[in-house]
């Protein structure tokens, strides 16, 4: 078997258990076919996501069904204005021994697992929201002066209502930059609400079956990585990072007027990452820059920071990344 | 996975590289064209500027001839071929210059195959891993992927690039216009500037001695009616005798008769080489009674002119004689020589004393300046001379002659009455006398302040008892929450966008005062 036949197999292979996958969330999700790439892709590449939408769109649901899918360790934390870093870290708590005494021992706290669903993450306080800065960035939580590394895969997706902010403290950048993809999660179509009802108002319960691992997210995520990237895809990648950073060369006047800040390298990972698992799901070896393209959106969506003249015209992160992808063109591309 | 093999059999990678050298080479071809008709549109979009270039050099050409040899040296038909058939040339330059700059890439050459035909940047992906020593896994699956796209690619025929229109637009016809206002301005002044620059008279310092008979030949020529310059000339010295009668025939009488009473008219066939030397030394004489400078200097220049008119004369004495009763009739009016007398109270003895050396010439010299005489009115006519019917302005150093009355020479510089018309700085100091204080109310003199000691007198105060506030007896009601309502924040965002909108206004209407 040559190393092109062994590449194409282990190809074939991602492709087969993403299809698994996105088969069994369909079975609970309805619609939302996007956001379940979208989570799905994120997850494939070693991604976090960010959720957004009104309530009683089936973000939850969807994290939900997807564990269960994966057969992970699954674990929800529903964020609240009170509750403290400890509260998802863990801690130590008094208990009684064996003996009859009492002992320090280590709680874990729910933040020690695969999957993590972080709901309503914007309830909590800033203080609260940044415990997840390094188990997100470093796979790893520290509490005193004990480190617990974190067992691959390490998932965290997080949902944020956009309504209602009164009583929200919104995410740090260095929060929302350590997301891979921003999800937009809309209503869904006519079609889709017969199915929703058919669903759930009947007698019948859903099943989903598990169809992966733990393992074999880890051996697909090693595939995403070792899929080709020319040079041009990934100076497109960079062009494109460098133009949501406004006063740069490459920026477009739009971004240097309403943006206050760009993506940061991460945006360049998140973009290659993205658009190798594009590829893959496309048949292809190499990362293109229609792959690039197709990830830009919700890899950078979030990476921009607007400021105030973007809001009092009501210009959004989405329109500034539109119109980077309309200014910059792919290396050696013919204006024809 | 295995790395840093080579890429699938010998055979197949040859195939592949032939492939990709057949797609590069036909790319480079239909990028060549594509980049040769780019290369000429940019060119064609400079092409009414350029068209400005021609007319603009011919009409400062042809301006240049009018004080200087003209610096143009093609005729009108040759201007007009020149500046249409120029502007193109350069265009063609330019274009051939655009088009060599351009250089066609390998790699743009695969991206045209995978942009136009779907391709996802395979062969472009191929090509980059099949010029490296060692592919890994799925860099060889990359390029094996791409052959049969190679073969399509190969097999397909690529549409034609699409290449900008021409830019015809309107705003670019008003150059075309202008450049066609140009040249025919060059062209007019061309067929008039280069006579009066090419005249040998007003180049300085030719010597009246050196004009030979060719060079009057050759002016005689230019004379002649199919020249436009000549027929002006000639209406203009047509009308000079009538203009000439109107302003003052009486005058003519009245200096004819006091200046020579010997009267001569036999001298008038005198030649005109002696005509011109009376005249020159003339006016050294005017110059040696101490004529003002401002006279002999306005004096200078009609003696330039008196040169043509006199070969004229030679060459054509029928016309001459045609003429001359009735230029006699209005020569005096405004002439230099009363203007001399006119100067100013101090100069008139100089003035006497020239008026008895043109007696003491006589009348071999009377009618040169007859002819000189006319050459000035004609001037005058011409240009005015208001300098010359005003007195020079009293500009001595000295500011002690301040005195309130009137100097009727002022000539209106230096403001009322005698003060301050001196030069220098003395020149820049108002010469209007202002008063040096305004007249004001007194201010209230000295402000005395007195302080007295006195002791603090103390005041007793009625002492308050302190009551309870009572218990609350119903609820407090809604507190408002401390961030803004939605409707409060509207009212912020409306109100900041009615500033900038307000501020977006303003800069637009200043904008164009600034650049005024």
């Given at each position: 078997m040559s190393s092109a036949d062994e590449a194409r197999a282990r190809a074939d292979e991602f492709k087969t258990v993403f299809a698994k996958v996105k088969t069994e969330v369909a079975k609970m999700v309805v619609g939302q076919e996007q956001v379940v790439d979208g989570v799905l892709t994120a997850m494939m590449a070693g991604g976090h996501v960010l959720l957004e939408g009104v309530p009683g769109l089936g973000k939850t649901l969807l994290v939900r069904s997807l564990s269960q899918a994966v057969s992970l360790q699954f674990s929800r934390i529903q964020f609240t204005p009170d509750m403290m870093p400890a509260d998802i870290q863990g801690t130590m708590v008094l208990t009684e021994a064996e003996g009859g005494g009492h002992q320090l021992t280590f709680q874990q706290g729910p933040l020690i697992a695969n999957l993590i669903l972080a709901d309503e993450i914007n309830r909590a306080t800033p203080k609260t929201q940044s415990a997840l800065l390094e188990a997100m960035q470093e796979k790893q939580v520290t509490v005193g002066r004990r480190t617990i590394h974190l067992e691959e895969p390490y998932c965290v997706m997080a949902t944020q209502n956009p309504v209602e902010q009164e009583g929200t403290y919104p995410l740090p950048e260095a929060q929302l930059d350590r997301f891979l993809f921003k999800l937009i999660v809309g209503y869904p179509a006519e079609s889709e609400y017969h199915a929703i009802l058919d669903r759930t108002t009947g007698v019948g319960d859903v099943d989903i079956q598990p169809v992966t691992d733990g393992e074999e997210i880890n051996n697909l995520r090693t595939t995403v990585r070792s899929v080709a990237e020319p040079e041009a895809a990934r100076a497109f990648a960079i062009r494109l990072v460098m133009a949501t950073q406004p006063g740069g060369d490459s920026a477009p006047a739009s971004v240097s007027e309403c943006a206050s800040l760009g993506s940061s390298p991460r945006g360049v990972q998140g973009l290659i990452l993205a658009g190798k698992v594009q590829a893959l799901l496309d048949d292809r070896f190499a990362v293109s820059a229609d792959d690039i393209r197709a990830v830009a959106l919700p890899v950078l969506r979030h990476r921009i920071l607007l400021n105030f003249r973007a809001q009092a015209n009501n210009v959004s992160s989405d329109e500034l990344v539109e119109d980077v992808l309309k200014t910059v063109t792919p290396p050696h591309a013919v204006a024809a | 996975m295995t790395e840093g093999r080579a890429s699938g059999t010998p055979n197949e990678n040859v195939s592949m590289r032939h492939h990709l050298e057949e797609i590069v080479s036909r790319g480079r071809q239909k990028l060549r064209a594509w980049a040769a008709k780019e290369a000429l549109r940019a060119a064609f979009s400079r092409l009414f500027l350029v068209s400005l270039g021609v007319p603009c050099l011919a009409l400062a050409g042809n301006l240049v001839g009018f004080v200087a040899?003209?610096?143009?040296?093609?005729?009108d038909v040759a201007t007009v071929v020149i500046a249409l058939a120029a502007p193109f040339l350069v265009v063609a330059a330019i274009a051939l210059a655009l088009f060599l700059r351009e250089k066609v890439d390998r790699r743009v050459c695969l991206a045209l195959y995978d942009q136009v035909l779907g391709f996802k940047g395979r062969l472009q992906a191929a090509d980059e891993f099949m010029a490296r020593e060692s592919q890994s896994a799925f860099q060889q699956a990359a390029i094996e992927d791409a052959v049969p796209y190679a073969r399509q690619a190969l097999a397909a025929q690529l549409p034609a690039l699409r290449t900008s229109p021409l830019p015809l637009h309107g705003g670019r016809w008003p150059l075309a216009l202008l450049s066609v206002a140009i040249l025919a301005l060059a062209v007019l002044i061309g067929g008039v500037a280069p006579e009066v620059g090419a005249?040998?008279?007003?180049?300085?310092?030719?010597?009246?001695?050196?004009?030979s008979a060719a060079d009057e030949d050759s002016v005689e020529e230019e004379a002649e009616p199919p020249r436009p310059k000549s027929a002006s000339r000639r209406t203009l010295r047509d009308r000079r005798p009538a203009s000439l009668g109107e302003s003052g025939p009486k005058d003519d009488t009245r200096e004819r008769g006091s200046r020579s009473?010997?009267?001569?008219?036999?001298?008038?066939?005198?030649?005109a080489s002696e005509n011109a030397a009376a005249s020159l030394a003339r006016q050294a004489g005017r110059a040696a009674a101490g004529a003002s400078g401002e006279g002999t200097a306005q004096m200078s220049e009609p003696r330039e002119r008196s040169d043509k008119p006199n070969r004229e004369n030679e060459s054509n004495p029928q016309e001459t004689k045609e003429q001359r009763p009735e230029t006699s009739k209005g020569v005096a009016g405004g002439s230099g020589r009363s203007t001399g007398s006119r100067t100013s109270t101090s100069d008139q003895p100089a003035a006497d004393d020239k008026a008895r050396n043109d007696e003491a010439e006589g009348d071999s010299t009377d009618d040169a300046e007859d002819e000189e005489d006319e050459e000035q009115k004609g001037a005058s006519t011409q240009r005015p001379v208001l300098n010359q019917r005003k007195a020079a302005v009293d500009r001595s150093l000295s500011p002690s002659g301040i005195s309130d009355q009137e100097n009727p020479d002022a000539n209106g510089r230096g403001g009322r009455g005698g003060l301050k018309k001196t030069r220098g700085v003395a020149a820049m100091l108002l010469g209007v006398p202002m008063p040096d204080h305004l007249r004001g109310k007194s201010n209230p003199g000295r402000v005395k302040v007195q302080r007295e000691r006195a002791d603090p007198d103390p005041k007793t105060a009625v002492p308050d008892d302190a009551t309870g506030r009572g218990s609350r007896s119903k609820p407090i009601g809604y507190l408002p929450h401390p961030t803004l309502e939605p409707w409060m924040r509207e009212t912020i965002r409306s109100y900041f966008l009615a500033e900038r909108r307000a501020d977006d206004a303003s800069q637009s209407q200043s904008t164009p005062s600034t650049t005024n």
């Open positions: - | 040899p003209p610096l143009w040296p093609f005729g005249s040998p008279l007003v180049v300085p310092g030719e010597p009246l001695a050196r004009l009473d010997t009267g001569t008219g036999d001298s008038r066939s005198s030649s």
